[in-house]
């Protein structure tokens, strides 16, 4: 389905994301790069949540700088909320959800969508552990046709990815990949080394770490064995705690007495 370029584009993408350091780098990241799979036009994204038993849109990114995204939020999407409740990710079309001739009648699309020259919509919802996270919406106008089944299939496999640079937004507060390489630097690691403790610190596991450096699995091995032995720890997870732990603050210089 995929041609071994676009895989390669896919991977790189990947660890793009990885490198993301909060959700307005993951989404600019995502909508600049994206386009060369699948085209469209007009991206955004919103953080998700439950409340009260409602689903409440948050955080509007927009791949159009400085658009307003009201209309999204002050709308009422009632089929998009039975997607965000589930308890796992999703993937879907708005053609899947209305037929064309019930969507082209709908207050909706007349009163928000049709304004906005949007037709063909295609969704990720992504969802960790029953917990909403975010929706990526990707639109196309009449004229562009349908999303298909090559287009969903790419955000299949962004799918996790994105799972896990959301959660980690949250878990760490934002954590950057670069704030980890200046932290790893700090124990006297080499460049290389320091890149690959900080994709270790974001959590990532050996597939995707070898496949975003390039290197093999026994070429990590080498790697994570230097730096265990630089920074005195005995595996990933305390490497991890060591780069992630909170900074304590500096000591103010002791002056010494006037004479």
């Given amino acids: 389905m995929l041609r071994e370029y676009e895989w390669k584009f896919l991977v790189q993408l990947v660890s793009r994301l990885y490198c ?23 991206g955004v994204c919103f953080r998700t ?3 009260g038993g409602r689903v409440l849109l948050s955080n509007p990114v927009s791949s159009r700088p400085g658009q307003d995204l009201s209309w999204f939020l002050e709308g009422d999407y009632p089929r998009w909320t039975e997607f965000i409740m589930a308890p796992n990710s999703s993937i879907f079309q708005q053609s899947d959800m209305v ?4 969507w082209e009648s709908s207050r909706v699309y007349q009163e928000i969508w049709a304004p906005q020259d949007i037709y063909w919509g295609l969704f990720l919802s992504a969802v960790r552990q029953d917990e909403p996270q975010a929706l990526l919406g990707l639109f196309r106008s009449r004229g562009q046709g349908d999303f298909g089944r090559r287009d969903a299939y790419v955000l299949e496999i962004l799918r ?17 990949a670069q704030d980890l390489r200046l932290r790893a630097s700090g124990f006297g690691l080499t460049p290389r080394e320091a890149e690959v403790a900080a ?3 974001l959590g990532m596991d050996t597939g995707p770490i070898c496949e975003a ?4 699995p026994s070429t990590l091995n080498k790697h994570l064995a230097n730096i265990f032995a630089k920074t005195q720890v005995n595996s990933r997870a305390q490497l991890r705690t060591i780069l992630t732990l909170p900074r304590a603050a500096p000591r103010p210089e002791r002056k010494p007495p006037p004479i």
Avoid at 20 to 42: I, S
Avoid at 160 to 176: A, D, I, M, V, W
């Fill in 20 to 42: 993301c350091g909060d959700y307005g780098a993951l989404c600019a990241t995502l909508f600049q790069q994206l386009r060369t799979l699948v085209p469209f036009e007009l």
């Fill in 49 to 51: 949540r439950r409340e």
């Fill in 160 to 176: 996790e990815p994105l799972e896990n640079c959301l959660y980690q937004f949250e878990r760490e507060g934002g954590r950057s």
């Fill in 99 to 102: 037929p064309p001739d019930l």
């Fill in 199 to 201: 994709l270790v610190g």
């Fill in 213 to 216: 450096l390039h290197i093999a």
